[in-house]
Protein backbone atom coordinates (compact mmCIF):
# COMPACT_ATOMS: atom_id res chain seq x y z
CA UNK A 1 0.00 0.00 0.00
CA UNK A 2 1.61 3.35 -0.72
CA UNK A 3 0.15 6.96 0.43
CA UNK A 4 0.71 9.96 -1.03
CA UNK A 5 0.47 13.21 1.08
CA UNK A 6 1.06 16.77 0.29
CA UNK A 7 3.16 18.37 2.36
CA UNK A 8 1.20 20.14 4.31
CA UNK A 9 -1.06 17.00 5.39
CA UNK A 10 2.21 15.65 6.42
CA UNK A 11 3.06 18.35 8.21
CA UNK A 12 -0.36 18.26 9.90
CA UNK A 13 -0.46 14.76 10.49
CA UNK A 14 3.04 14.90 11.59
CA UNK A 15 2.08 17.51 14.06
CA UNK A 16 -0.82 15.89 15.64
CA UNK A 17 1.37 12.57 16.39
CA UNK A 18 4.11 14.74 17.93
CA UNK A 19 2.11 16.87 19.73
CA UNK A 20 0.27 13.93 21.60
CA UNK A 21 3.33 12.41 22.51
CA UNK A 22 4.88 15.65 24.08
CA UNK A 23 1.72 16.72 26.09
CA UNK A 24 1.43 13.25 27.58
CA UNK A 25 5.21 13.01 28.31
CA UNK A 26 6.27 16.33 29.13
CA UNK A 27 3.02 17.66 31.52
CA UNK A 28 1.88 15.46 34.89
CA UNK A 29 -1.59 16.55 34.98
CA UNK A 30 -4.36 15.48 32.55
CA UNK A 31 -5.57 18.91 32.10
CA UNK A 32 -1.83 20.25 31.48
CA UNK A 33 -1.41 17.66 29.26
CA UNK A 34 -4.32 18.83 26.87
CA UNK A 35 -3.34 22.25 27.23
CA UNK A 36 0.63 21.41 26.58
CA UNK A 37 -0.77 19.54 23.13
CA UNK A 38 -2.62 22.03 22.03
CA UNK A 39 0.08 24.38 22.33
CA UNK A 40 2.32 22.27 20.76
CA UNK A 41 0.36 21.37 17.57
CA UNK A 42 -0.59 25.40 17.07
CA UNK A 43 3.52 26.00 17.67
CA UNK A 44 3.81 23.36 14.80
CA UNK A 45 1.16 24.15 12.31
CA UNK A 46 2.00 27.82 13.31
CA UNK A 47 5.72 27.59 12.36
CA UNK A 48 4.45 25.77 8.98
CA UNK A 49 2.64 28.71 7.80
CA UNK A 50 5.10 31.08 9.05
CA UNK A 51 8.17 29.47 7.19
CA UNK A 52 5.44 28.57 4.42
CA UNK A 53 5.20 32.52 3.61
CA UNK A 54 9.12 33.35 4.76
CA UNK A 55 9.82 31.09 1.87
CA UNK A 56 7.17 32.92 -0.66
CA UNK A 57 8.97 36.05 0.23
CA UNK A 58 12.44 34.80 0.10
CA UNK A 59 11.30 33.67 -3.60
CA UNK A 60 9.96 37.04 -4.39
CA UNK B 1 21.72 14.90 70.02
CA UNK B 2 25.32 13.61 68.58
CA UNK B 3 25.58 13.50 64.81
CA UNK B 4 25.29 9.74 63.59
CA UNK B 5 28.62 8.34 62.75
CA UNK B 6 30.09 9.41 59.63
CA UNK B 7 29.85 5.64 58.07
CA UNK B 8 26.27 5.64 58.66
CA UNK B 9 25.90 8.81 56.10
CA UNK B 10 25.12 8.50 52.56
CA UNK B 11 27.59 10.74 49.45
CA UNK B 12 25.33 13.34 48.23
CA UNK B 13 25.11 12.03 44.51
CA UNK B 14 23.13 8.64 46.58
CA UNK B 15 21.49 10.56 48.92
CA UNK B 16 18.24 11.22 46.01
CA UNK B 17 18.98 8.44 43.92
CA UNK B 18 15.59 6.18 42.70
CA UNK B 19 15.46 3.00 44.09
CA UNK B 20 15.86 0.26 41.72
CA UNK B 21 13.04 -1.98 41.67
CA UNK B 22 11.64 -4.92 39.02
CA UNK B 23 9.37 -2.43 36.95
CA UNK B 24 11.76 0.37 36.80
CA UNK B 25 13.63 -2.23 34.75
CA UNK B 26 10.91 -3.79 32.83
CA UNK B 27 8.66 -0.36 31.87
CA UNK B 28 11.58 1.00 30.01
CA UNK B 29 12.49 -2.47 27.97
CA UNK B 30 8.65 -2.86 27.57
CA UNK B 31 8.23 0.47 26.15
CA UNK B 32 10.84 0.33 23.64
CA UNK B 33 9.92 -3.09 22.53
CA UNK B 34 6.01 -2.22 21.76
CA UNK B 35 5.77 2.06 21.95
CA UNK B 36 2.96 2.51 24.67
CA UNK B 37 3.30 -0.57 26.53
CA UNK B 38 5.33 0.61 29.44
CA UNK B 39 2.33 2.65 30.17
CA UNK B 40 -0.03 0.26 30.01
CA UNK B 41 1.57 -1.91 32.38
CA UNK B 42 1.45 0.38 34.80
CA UNK B 43 -1.77 0.53 34.48
CA UNK B 44 -2.12 4.45 32.41
CA UNK B 45 -4.29 3.00 29.75
CA UNK B 46 -5.53 6.29 28.49
CA UNK B 47 -2.01 7.70 28.22
CA UNK B 48 -0.78 4.29 26.86
CA UNK B 49 -2.94 3.78 24.33
CA UNK B 50 -2.76 7.33 23.29
CA UNK B 51 1.18 6.88 22.90
CA UNK B 52 0.64 3.58 20.74
CA UNK B 53 -1.82 4.54 18.85
CA UNK B 54 0.39 7.62 17.37
CA UNK B 55 3.51 6.33 17.16
CA UNK B 56 2.54 3.16 15.32
CA UNK B 57 0.43 5.53 13.46
CA UNK B 58 3.59 7.59 12.30
CA UNK B 59 5.43 4.26 11.91
CA UNK B 60 3.01 2.69 9.86
CA UNK B 61 2.40 6.15 7.74
CA UNK B 62 6.03 6.59 7.29
CA UNK B 63 6.37 2.80 5.55
CA UNK B 64 3.19 3.42 3.86
CA UNK B 65 4.74 6.54 2.06
CA UNK B 66 7.61 4.77 1.10
CA UNK B 67 10.25 5.98 3.34
CA UNK B 68 13.89 4.18 3.67
CA UNK B 69 14.49 1.92 6.96
CA UNK B 70 18.21 2.37 7.65
CA UNK B 71 20.51 -0.21 8.36
CA UNK B 72 23.29 -0.78 11.24
CA UNK B 73 26.17 -0.84 9.00
CA UNK B 74 24.67 2.65 6.95
CA UNK B 75 28.54 3.83 6.80
CA UNK B 76 27.74 7.29 6.51
CA UNK B 77 27.45 9.63 9.58
CA UNK B 78 23.74 10.63 8.25
CA UNK B 79 22.79 7.07 7.83
CA UNK B 80 23.83 6.15 11.32
CA UNK B 81 21.83 8.97 12.75
CA UNK B 82 19.13 8.08 11.25
CA UNK B 83 19.61 4.23 12.22
CA UNK B 84 19.98 5.68 15.86
CA UNK B 85 16.59 7.12 15.37
CA UNK B 86 15.17 4.10 14.03
CA UNK B 87 15.91 1.99 15.97
CA UNK B 88 14.17 3.76 18.64
CA UNK B 89 10.93 2.10 17.60
CA UNK B 90 11.91 -0.70 18.63
CA UNK B 91 9.84 -4.00 17.77
CA UNK B 92 7.97 -2.17 15.04
CA UNK B 93 12.20 -1.79 13.66
CA UNK B 94 12.64 -5.53 13.99
CA UNK B 95 9.69 -6.63 12.48
CA UNK B 96 9.95 -4.35 9.04
CA UNK B 97 13.59 -5.31 9.06
CA UNK B 98 12.58 -8.92 9.21
CA UNK B 99 10.03 -8.57 6.41
CA UNK B 100 12.31 -6.87 4.10
CA UNK B 101 10.56 -3.54 4.50
CA UNK B 102 11.12 -0.40 4.41
CA UNK B 103 13.40 0.25 1.14
CA UNK B 104 12.56 3.86 0.24
CA UNK B 105 11.34 4.68 -3.19
CA UNK B 106 13.46 7.66 -4.77
CA UNK B 107 10.60 8.03 -7.45
CA UNK B 108 8.06 9.25 -4.91
CA UNK B 109 8.80 13.24 -3.80
CA UNK B 110 6.72 12.16 -0.80
CA UNK B 111 9.28 9.06 -0.08
CA UNK B 112 11.30 11.52 1.74
CA UNK B 113 8.91 12.59 4.25
CA UNK B 114 7.93 9.03 5.03
CA UNK B 115 11.43 8.61 6.22
CA UNK B 116 11.21 11.38 8.30
CA UNK B 117 8.29 10.00 9.98
CA UNK B 118 10.25 6.75 10.14
CA UNK B 119 12.82 8.11 12.31
CA UNK B 120 10.64 10.56 14.46
CA UNK B 121 8.02 8.02 15.55
CA UNK B 122 11.67 6.06 16.87
CA UNK B 123 12.73 9.38 18.31
CA UNK B 124 9.33 9.68 19.95
CA UNK B 125 9.38 6.28 21.59
CA UNK B 126 12.50 7.25 23.74
CA UNK B 127 10.76 10.17 24.94
CA UNK B 128 8.02 7.24 25.73
CA UNK B 129 10.79 5.46 27.24
CA UNK B 130 11.91 7.72 29.50
CA UNK B 131 7.79 8.85 30.89
CA UNK B 132 7.65 4.91 31.08
CA UNK B 133 10.76 5.07 33.71
CA UNK B 134 10.07 7.95 35.05
CA UNK B 135 5.88 6.43 36.42
CA UNK B 136 7.74 3.30 37.34
CA UNK B 137 10.33 5.37 39.95
CA UNK B 138 7.89 7.63 40.58
CA UNK B 139 9.02 10.29 39.76
CA UNK B 140 5.51 11.00 37.74
CA UNK B 141 1.94 10.16 38.75
Redesign the interface.
Known amino acids: MTITLSHFSSAILFSIFASVVFGITQRNTPRDMVRYGLYCFAMFVGGVIVAGWVMWLIRR | MPNPSPTKTKPPDLVDAAPVSTMSVVAPAVAWLIPGAGHLIQKRWG ?1 GI ?2 MV ?2 V ?2 FL ?1 GL ?3 GRVYKPNGGDILDILGFVGDIGAGGLYIVTRAMDWGHGAIS ?1 A ?1 AD ?1 GT ?2 LI ?2 GL ?1 NF ?2 V ?2 AYHIAIGK ?2
Open positions: RLLSIAMLAMQHTYKFVALITADKP
